[in-house]
């Protein structure tokens, strides 16, 4: 698929001009969001063994994956690109990234949260659809909307986008689909809390879909030779801590 080159500034300059905020600032309305009384399961409801996760029944491009995390001492399953996982029980969602994106969307009433992993912005439908951002991205709001969430009282985190390989740079797949996650979440006026985007290393991100936690670990990237040129300090320490959630490195 040919994907077309803009003009003008790129993404990661315009994010340093401040045009799409984050933090305490991107959204009044989430005052009101994180003061809302949770709604959900009860805590003691909400646990469930790897078996019973992997006999019950999934629905196409939902994780199947299920497997214990001796790390978090959680159970989890992982997420592949293309697909999704929404969740009100204590385990971790985790998944790796390139250029892919993953969003994380949590609801601070109903404290249920997914994370998606799509490659592309856009494409065909069918088959593999959730490949592309803007239909992985009304997959996973619908999931979570069916499992108690509401529009209003959802968060996202958004992660990836990394330039993994050097000679993608005419492509620039992962700013590209930074690009489109930033615009699709303004448009359904979801706030953007946190980010750890772009750059050139790949990441595993584990996702606490109860608390809204993310965490990040940033991997060794594919062209090693860029690793003196780089930036100094880690991206992440500019990522906001919010009484329902965080994103820290692991």
Known sequence: MDIPRTSGPTLAQRMAAGEFPIGPDADRRRALR?????????????????EQLKARPRKPGEASFFYADHHFQFNAVKVLPGEYFVSDENLVIMTVLGSCIAACLWDTRA?????????????????GAGRYGSYAMELLIN??????????????KIFGGGQVMSNFTTMNVGERNTQFVIDYLHTERIPLLS?????????????????????VKRLA??????AVNERRGNVATVVQSTSGGSVDLF
Do not use: W
């Not at 404290?111 to 088959?127: A, K, R, S, T, Y």
């Not at 999931?143 to 996202?156: C, D, I, S």
């Open 34 to 50: 994180v003061g809302s009384t949770p709604v959900g399961r009860p805590q003691s409801e909400r646990n469930s063994t790897i």
């Open 111 to 127: 404290q249920v949260g997914g994370m998606n992993h799509f490659m592309l912005p856009d494409g065909e439908d069918g088959i």
């Open 143 to 156: 999931e979570m909307l069916k499992n108690g969430a509401r529009r209003e009282t959802m968060q996202a």
């Open 195 to 215: 980010q750890d985007v772009l750059d050139i290393y790949p990441r595993k991100v584990c996702f606490f879909p109860v608390t809204g936690k993310a965490m």
């Open 221 to 226: 990237h594919a062209h090693p030779d860029q």
